[in-house]
Antibody
């Protein structure tokens, strides 16, 4: 079955950087686009970034453009999120999610990891 | 990329039906047949309940149904059960490989 396991969250000072990872198993990782979605404490879901199956094309929410980089290593079945210049408002649980369609996507978030908490605080 | 508009809360008694609305614009909900709905319990990851406006993943009860009219999508839950009490989020494709979520709706089963 599909498993997505996020790691790399923690407490970071404002202005700091963090790299999140999402280890995938149970499906052909290289065939699917992948998303990052975040949820601030007590708030709703916010789509953050999407990377196509081949890793060539990457797309971001306006709120994180220039601050966050999504990447993937299909040989390691792993998705990444590099976050720089972190601010208090980036405090959230970060979920990775597998797209529902192979290769191309106008799709949906079919499977989710358990999330990893990022806290930006001095 | 403004969030889609959902009611903050809805409620219903066991056995009744409830409908949660999700209003966007012609740039998202109205422009694409790619609306999905997610159920989230406190402290848990979301789970997809409906995708592509009205398709139901395997394992999701047929009490859950989705529809769309113009810029508004809807999730209807019929035959309400206690375990349906959760937060529900809509999400729409917004073009150019971007997505937008709604603010979420708390469903209370009375």
């Amino acid at each position: 079955q599909v498993q997505l396991v996020e790691s790399g969250g923690g407490v970071v000072q404002p202005g700091g950087s963090l790299r999140l990872s999402c280890a995938a198993s149970g499906f052909t990782f290289s065939n699917y686009g992948m998303h990052w979605v975040r949820q601030a404490p007590g708030k709703g879901l916010e789509w953050v970034a999407f990377i196509r199956y081949d890793g060539i094309n990457k797309f971001y929410a306006d709120s994180v453009k220039g601050q966050i980089t999504i990447s993937r290593d299909n040989s390691k079945n792993t998705l990444y999120l590099q976050m720089n210049s972190l601010r208090a408002e980036d405090t959230a649980v970060y979920y990775c999610a597998k797209d529902g369609y192979q290769y191309d996507s106008c799709g949906y978030h079919e499977n989710w990891g358990q999330g990893t908490l990022v806290t930006v605080s001095s | 990329q403004s969030a889609l508009t959902q009611p903050r809360s809805v409620s219903g008694s066991p056995g009744q039906s409830v409908t949660i609305s999700c209003t966007g614009t012609s740039s998202n909900v109205g422009g694409f047949d790619y609306v999905s709905w997610y159920q989230q319990y406190p402290g848990k990851a979301p789970k997809v309940m409906i995708y592509d406006v009205s398709k139901r993943p395997s394992g999701v009860p047929d009490r859950f149904s989705g529809s769309k009219s113009g810029n508004t999508a809807s999730l209807t839950i019929s035959g309400l059960q206690a375990e349906d009490e959760a937060e529900y989020y809509c999400c729409s494709y917004a073009g150019s490989y971007t997505w937008v979520f709604g603010g979420g709706t708390k469903l209370t089963v009375l």
